[in-house]
């Protein structure tokens, strides 16, 4: 019958949200992750089901944990929000001691619970943005003080990025500290105490940097990648190599050869230098257009958010998907120095797609809650933040 409930809701149009094009972009990044997991890892031990039943195994503890958090009451978890941090600050403090941490090729980023392996500077990125978008959204209007405004957070930022520094982890450091500054200036802080301070934090990475002569060599192989093949831009070398092979259309699944012993981390970090060699420069540009369709996606979902605290925490996990990716697509195509950093959704590791199914259950729940009608006055004070 035309005027029955079942016709209305049939006619009723279909509402496409910046959360459901995030969803759909991230679905399609995971499964595009699991069909390149599978061909980079057959060469390695175990055989490519190995990696690839553990990377089903962390995907679907990742889905529990991103539904938990899609379930729950954001305004409620904030009063764990120092609970959470402390927790991750403990953990980056037990990875540091030995025979605690777990160190591989010279970094101590884990921790064993078993068989399991997590890398606790992963989960610590959630919990800055968490605790920091809890404490901005509290001193909201004290924001222009130097101390509560700008020296408490920053030192916060600060602390989280050398804890992770001195793991070492130059990319986890750099990414916690670009992301805090982001979310500090977004709260309203003054630029004319965040510029100052950005200046001494770059000044003093350049001198971290100039004196570790591993990060060193890689810069130098960064500028000059063909003079360094062999040495320390091997691995960004044979990543141009598997881009130049795979052309347009790709060798096809199974045949690429930069996996076979050529280019190291093929099923983790440089996993998108496999996908070019294999499945072509479309698959390639599909996948750049997926991240760039969520970051343009989640700057318009946070617009309508309720208040600042949802405000700051659902852009920093837009960001932390994001920034992450460029890291990794820059290095991967020699953009940017070589740095180890997993492609969201795509690389093999459980702790990051432990981390990414979190991100994306903030997302959801935000979306599911930003719908219910909320207070003029809420609304107003967030169009004051974002002028």
């Given at each position: 019958?035309?005027?029955?409930?079942?016709?209305?809701?049939?006619?009723?149009?279909?509402?496409?949200?910046?959360?459901?094009?995030?969803?759909?972009?991230?679905?399609?990044?995971?499964?595009?992750g699991l069909v390149?997991?599978?061909?980079?890892?057959?060469?390695?031990?175990?055989?490519?089901?190995?990696?690839?039943?553990?990377?089903?195994i962390f995907l679907?503890?990742?889905?529990?944990?991103?539904?938990?958090?899609?379930?729950?009451?954001?305004?409620?978890?904030?009063?764990?929000?120092?609970?959470?941090?402390?927790?991750?600050?403990?953990?980056?403090?037990?990875?540091?001691?030995?025979?605690?941490?777990?160190?591989?090729?010279?970094?101590?980023?884990?921790?064993?619970?078993?068989?399991?392996?997590?890398?606790?500077?992963?989960?610590?990125?959630?919990?800055?943005?968490?605790?920091?978008?809890?404490?901005?959204?509290?001193?909201?209007?004290?924001?222009?003080?130097?101390?509560?405004?700008?020296?408490?957070?920053?030192?916060?930022?600060?602390?989280?990025?050398?804890?992770?520094?001195?793991?070492?982890?130059?990319?986890?450091?750099?990414?916690?500290?670009?992301?805090?500054?982001?979310?500090?200036?977004?709260?309203?802080?003054?630029?004319?105490?965040?510029?100052?301070?950005?200046?001494?934090?770059?000044?003093?990475?350049?001198?971290?940097?100039?004196?570790?002569?591993?990060?060193?060599?890689?810069?130098?192989?960064?500028?000059?990648?063909?003079?360094?093949?062999?040495?320390?831009?091997?691995?960004?070398?044979?990543?141009?190599?598997?881009?130049?092979?795979?052309?347009?259309?790709?060798?096809?699944?199974?045949?690429?050869?930069?996996?076979?012993?050529?280019?190291?981390?093929?099923?983790?970090?440089?996993?998108?230098?496999?996908?070019?060699?294999?499945?072509?420069?479309?698959?390639?540009?599909?996948?750049?257009?997926?991240?760039?369709?969520?970051?343009?996606?989640?700057?318009?979902?946070?617009?309508?958010?309720?208040?600042?605290?949802?405000?700051?925490?659902?852009?920093?996990?837009?960001?932390?998907?994001?920034?992450?990716?460029?890291?990794?697509?820059?290095?991967?195509?020699?953009?940017?120095?070589?740095?180890?950093?997993?492609?969201?959704?795509?690389?093999?590791?459980?702790?990051?797609?432990?981390?990414?199914?979190?991100?994306?259950?903030?997302?959801?729940?935000?979306?599911?809650?930003?719908?219910?009608?909320?207070?003029?006055?809420?609304?107003?004070?967030?169009?004051?933040?974002i002028a």
């Open positions: 019958m035309v005027g029955s409930p079942s016709a209305a809701v049939l006619r009723r149009p279909l509402t496409i949200t910046p959360a459901s094009v995030i969803v759909v972009c991230v679905a399609a990044l995971v499964s595009l390149v997991l599978f061909s980079a890892s057959s060469p390695i031990k175990g055989g490519p089901y190995a990696y690839l039943y553990k990377q089903f679907a503890l990742a889905i529990g944990a991103g539904w938990l958090v899609a379930i729950a009451d954001l305004e409620q978890l904030r009063k764990f929000a120092w609970v959470a941090a402390a927790l991750a600050l403990l953990a980056l403090v037990l990875v540091l001691i030995p025979h605690i941490g777990i160190t591989v090729k010279g970094s101590r980023r884990w921790l064993g619970f078993g068989g399991v392996r997590l890398q606790v500077s992963e989960f610590a990125k959630l919990a800055l943005v968490f605790s920091l978008a809890h404490y901005l959204a509290v001193n909201q209007s004290r924001l222009h003080d130097f101390w509560r405004g700008f020296v408490l957070p920053l030192a916060w930022i600060g602390l989280f990025s050398l804890l992770a520094l001195v793991e070492p982890d130059f990319g986890a450091a750099m990414l916690l500290g670009a992301i805090g500054v982001m979310l500090l200036f977004l709260a309203g802080a003054r630029l004319k105490f965040l510029l100052p301070s950005v200046g001494v934090a770059l000044l003093g990475f350049v001198v971290l940097v100039l004196n570790n002569p591993v990060r060193l060599q890689r810069v130098l192989s960064f500028l000059d990648p063909e003079a360094n093949r062999q040495g320390a831009g091997y691995q960004p070398w044979q990543a141009l190599l598997a881009f130049a092979a795979g052309g347009v259309d790709g060798v096809g699944l199974g045949n690429g050869r930069q996996q076979n012993a050529f280019l190291p981390e093929a099923h983790t970090d440089y996993i998108f230098a496999i996908m070019g060699e294999e499945m072509g420069l479309i698959f390639t540009l599909l996948t750049v257009a997926l991240f760039v369709a969520i970051f343009i996606a989640g700057l318009m979902h946070v617009r309508r958010a309720p208040n600042l605290f949802q405000f700051l925490l659902v852009t920093g996990c837009v960001l932390l998907i994001t920034l992450q990716a460029i890291i990794n697509l820059g290095v991967v195509t020699s953009l940017l120095p070589s740095k180890g950093m997993s492609l969201p959704f795509i690389s093999a590791g459980g702790s990051n797609l432990l981390l990414m199914g979190l991100l994306v259950g903030v997302i959801i729940n935000s979306q599911r809650t930003w719908e219910r009608p909320k207070p003029l006055v809420r609304k107003r004070a967030l169009t004051e933040v």
